[in-house]
């Protein structure tokens, strides 16, 4: 018997701490590192006694991040408990919701600019459009991604093993709200996956409910891949795989390869069937570049799920919904999409400046006030990302304004100054954050656009070289050049190079 073809079927679950201020079903304040077991309380431990109140914070950013992924929001909803015992597990079960999540039906529409040939046409993995998800190819332009659901749950704490001799465990991030989005199994490659997950960072990102930072483990990534498999006529399912806590683009896509050799070698070594609700929950060895079986699991009754008693169930009102709507806001692909009509701005530039919204709207601001769009933004892009890059720094933290571009881009456009003065005006705002129009009155960089006494240079220039005139007359035209180098000089910089030039070709050509 021979394989065929195969399908590579993979859903993802990324989890996704929230940036309320305080935890889930307490007062403690909710933040990323600091002393171990110094922000708890017998809530976020489970002391008995200890009652949850759910943070209202917390539902609306659930919220927002449901409508940024386009979810339909339950104006009924409740929280329930997921047994499992873990050390790091504080009360032996987690807050999550179950069967009546807050956000349902969503989708994320992954642009096919940023998958690779082999991904959309076949070649490593065999990939049919028919399989795809009801209206998965928008315009040829994307692939949509079905969210099953958004539900609310806790975070647990942090187990830390010593050299292998000792273990402790942190218990600060215990309590810590998360949203965990659920796809439908539409992914068809490792490429796809990762794509997914940096797709749904930037657009949470983008509505300010998570910081998003994978290192951190603000985000976290199980993707559930299988295979179906064609031999000989008949169609095979090989068991899922759930990779746990990918935290790396590279980790998921490295990760889902590994795991489909790994599975069509299995298959081809044992074609037994399996319930179609077993799972093998796999751990990645990223040392090694393989997974690692952790357990199986046959039945989500492994989980005991019952209705939490602690918290009652409640309602959503409309309003609330809207508002949650309201700050969504322009989402990153239709801005770029945007950008690219409204500016001219080429795809590379447009992604680029519409990578966080704060660095979009600051160019937008710029772009407000500026005489030349498209030089304001090669300013930002090739000038200004440059030192934040240099400095480590995000354009929230950075000293200069939209007005220290638009001024700088207009003084070049005025003739004020010559572009390789606006170099220096640049580096001396950098340093000084003094408007241009300060620097260059400081500096006397303004340039002469008075005709006349341009001219008056420029008849020094000629009269002081007669040979250059001489090769002028002979062809040899590249000397207007080094002419007006000359007239640049005598000026000390602050001669209009375009009338100088113009100037310079009129007087020789009347010679």
Known sequence: MAIEKFRVVIGCEIHCQLTTKTKAFCACENRYGGIPNTRVCPVC?????????????YVEMGAIAGKALHCDIAHFTKFDRKHYFYPDLAKGYQITQYDIPLCTNGYIDIPYRHLSEESLKGGKYYYDKTFEGKNSVIDNKYKRIRVERIHLEEDVGKSLHLEGKHSYIDYNRCGTPLIEIVTKPDMNSPEEAALFMQSAQEILRYVNVTNGN????????????????????????????????????????????????????????????????FKNTMNWDEVSGT????????SLLDYRFVVEPDI????????????????VGELPEPKRERFKKEYNLSDFDAETLTSTRAL???????AAKSKNVKKAANWILAELLGVLNAKNQTIEEIDLTPDHIAELVNAVEDGTISGKQAKEVFA????????????????????VTDTGAIESVVNEVITENPQAVKDFKGGKTHVVGWMMGQVMKKSHGKANPKLATELIQKKLKEL
Request: aromatic residues 8%.
């Open 291 to 298: 997974t690692n079986i952790m357990r199986t699991k046959d």
């Open 45 to 57: 431990l489970g002391l008995p006694g200890a009652m949850p109140r759910v943070s209202k914070g």
């Open 428 to 447: 001396q705002m950098v340093e000084t954050n003094e408007m241009p129009s300060v620097i260059i009155k400081e500096k006397g960089m303004e340039q």
């Open 312 to 327: 009652k169930p409640f309602t959503v009102s409309d309003e609330f919904i809207q508002k949650a709507a309201d700050q």
């Open 214 to 277: 994978l290192e951190e483990g603000n985000m976290r990534c199980d993707a559930n891949i299988n295979l179906t498999v064609w031999e000989d006529g008949k169609e095979y399912h090989t068991p899922i795989s759930e990779i746990k806590n990918l935290n790396s683009f590279r980790a998921i896509k490295d990760a889902c390869s590994y795991e489909i050799t790994r599975q069509l070698k299995e298959f081809e070594e044992d074609r037994q069937e399996f319930s179609p609700y």
């Open 360 to 366: 979009a709207l600051w160019f937008e601001q710029t």
